[in-house]
């Protein structure tokens, strides 16, 4: 690594600052770290790498002409998803340069030797500069890999999440909002992969009615993508900020799922004598809730969460927090609809996470 660490970022380094070098998900990532919460460990691989891959290779050459040569502004699906496949076949075919190729595999080891596991599985996911802004919020429009195994199948994967940003999505995205196709430069969170026995999101607020006086869980079996897909019904608990009692739940009937493979995910269906299980353990969903709200204390704000229970850890040492994003636009005075509306916005078009 360089001196500095300008390359990489371990998430214990990283916090709330950090923002414009390490991305949104990063950065709460990290901040999370230094507060104590269960947090998978791992990485940042910083917006330097990712701004001196498109410089180095000159891929951005190649973009700024291709603009000037070819399409400039597509008015189409046909020429957007042209566009976008030009440009991510840039990105895709760059060789990352030697220093930087070199930092990222000397932290990918220091994370196989701390954990004491070779090739350790980790999740691959895009962190944004311009997640969380105000004026240009792109979550969930860069893309995130699941269970990913080994060097080869890393660096391959980061490249994937560079592509991201010329996705049709992004493309799109940035043309309508008058933003140059640069816009939002973007880090790579790389994560020890949790085994998820069971997954999913949470809300510091209740996001039926705004109330701050509960927090909301919503979870299936496997991995949390099916939650933010949408892919199967979902349990949900709700419990009371100031005594972690569950005071409410619904226990629904789950039949799809998603599931860590040898490699990779799958998509499958849950056995049927599962289905109608609930996927957490009443002191499961209570510590999650007393985690969810302890950090909520320190940003000050209602929090939407990411939460995973590894299936290899016994409780209470397998409850993790893989995200915590601050919603800062709730507020009372709004109908329930736009409460909804304004806490799911950060999960709408999910990407793989």
Same mark, same amino acid.
């Given at each position: 690594?360089?001196?500095?660490?300008?390359?990489?970022? /371990?998430?214990?380094?990283?916090?709330?600052?950090?923002?414009?070098?390490?991305?949104?998900?990063?950065?709460?990532?990290?901040?999370?770290?230094?507060?104590?919460?269960?947090?998978?460990?791992?990485?940042?691989?910083?917006?330097?790498?990712?701004?001196? /891959? !498109?410089?180095?290779?000159?891929?951005?050459?190649?973009?700024?002409?291709?603009?000037?040569?070819?399409?400039?502004?597509?008015?189409?699906?046909?020429?957007?998803?042209?566009?976008?496949?030009?440009?991510?076949?840039?990105?895709?075919?760059?060789?990352?340069?030697?220093?930087?190729?070199?930092?990222?595999?000397?932290?990918?080891?220091?994370?196989?030797?701390? !954990?004491?596991?070779?090739?350790?599985?980790?999740?691959?996911?895009?962190?944004?500069?311009?997640?969380?802004?105000?004026? @240009?919020?792109?979550?969930?429009?860069?893309?995130?890999?699941?269970?990913?195994?080994?060097?080869?199948?890393?660096?391959?994967?980061?490249?994937?999440?560079?592509?991201?940003?010329?996705?049709?999505?992004?493309?799109?995205?940035?043309?309508?909002?008058?933003?140059?196709?640069? @816009?939002?430069?973007?880090?790579?969170?790389?994560?020890?992969?949790?085994?998820?026995?069971?997954?999913?999101?949470?809300?510091?607020?209740?996001?039926?009615?705004?109330?701050?006086?509960?927090?909301?869980?919503?979870?299936?079996?496997?991995?949390?993508?099916?939650?933010?897909?949408?892919?199967?019904?979902?349990?949900?608990?709700?419990?009371?900020?100031?005594?972690?009692?569950?005071?409410?739940?619904?226990?629904?009937?789950?039949?799809?799922?998603?599931?860590?493979?040898?490699?990779?995910? !799958?998509?499958?269906?849950?056995?049927?004598?599962?289905?109608?299980?609930?996927?957490?353990?009443?002191?499961?969903?209570?510590? !999650?809730?007393?985690?969810?709200?302890?950090?909520?204390?320190?940003?000050?704000?209602?929090?939407?969460?990411?939460?995973?229970?590894?299936?290899?850890?016994?409780?209470?040492?397998?409850?993790?927090?893989?995200?915590?994003?601050?919603?800062?636009?709730?507020?009372?005075?709004?109908?329930?609809?736009?409460?909804?509306?304004?806490?799911?916005?950060?999960?709408?078009?999910?990407?793989?996470?």
């Amino acid at each position: 690594m360089t001196d500095g660490n300008e390359w990489i970022k /371990f998430f214990e380094e990283c916090g709330r600052n950090d923002t414009s070098l390490v991305g949104g998900k990063c950065a709460n990532l990290g901040e999370m770290c230094k507060i104590g919460v269960p947090v998978p460990p791992g990485f940042a691989i910083t917006t330097k790498v990712y701004d001196t /891959f !498109l410089n180095a290779t000159n891929i951005a050459g190649k973009i700024k002409k291709y603009i000037d040569e070819s399409i400039s502004n597509p008015t189409t699906m046909e020429e957007l998803n042209k566009m976008a496949n030009d440009l991510q076949s840039f990105i895709l075919a760059g060789e990352i340069p030697e220093e930087q190729s070199a930092a990222i595999s000397d932290a990918y080891d220091s994370l196989c030797q701390k !954990l004491g596991i070779s090739d350790v599985a980790v999740a691959v996911r895009s962190s944004g500069v311009a997640e969380d802004s105000a004026t @240009a919020s792109f979550a969930g429009q860069y893309e995130s890999y699941l269970n990913v195994i080994g060097k080869e199948s890393l660096f391959k994967n980061i490249k994937e999440c560079w592509a991201s940003a010329f996705s049709p999505r992004c493309i799109s995205y940035r043309i309508h909002n008058g933003l140059g196709l640069f @816009a939002g430069s973007i880090s790579v969170a790389v994560q020890k992969m949790a085994k998820s026995r069971s997954a999913g999101v949470g809300f510091t607020a209740n996001p039926n009615t705004g109330d701050r006086g509960k927090i909301v869980i919503e979870g299936n079996w496997g991995t949390g993508e099916s939650v933010v897909q949408g892919i199967s019904k979902v349990d949900i608990f709700s419990v009371s900020k100031e005594t972690l009692e569950i005071v409410e739940q619904q226990i629904n009937k789950k039949t799809r799922q998603i599931v860590i493979k040898e490699k990779g995910i !799958l998509e499958m269906e849950i056995p049927e004598n599962q289905q109608s299980l609930p996927c957490l353990e009443p002191e499961e969903v209570k510590l !999650l809730a007393k985690i969810a709200r302890d950090t909520e204390l320190h940003y000050g704000v209602p929090l939407d969460i990411e939460w995973a229970v590894d299936v290899e850890l016994e409780f209470p040492d397998n409850i993790f927090l893989v995200q915590a994003r601050p919603i800062t636009a709730i507020i009372e005075k709004k109908s329930s609809t736009e409460t909804i509306l304004d806490m799911a916005c950060s999960r709408l078009f999910p990407s793989k996470i």
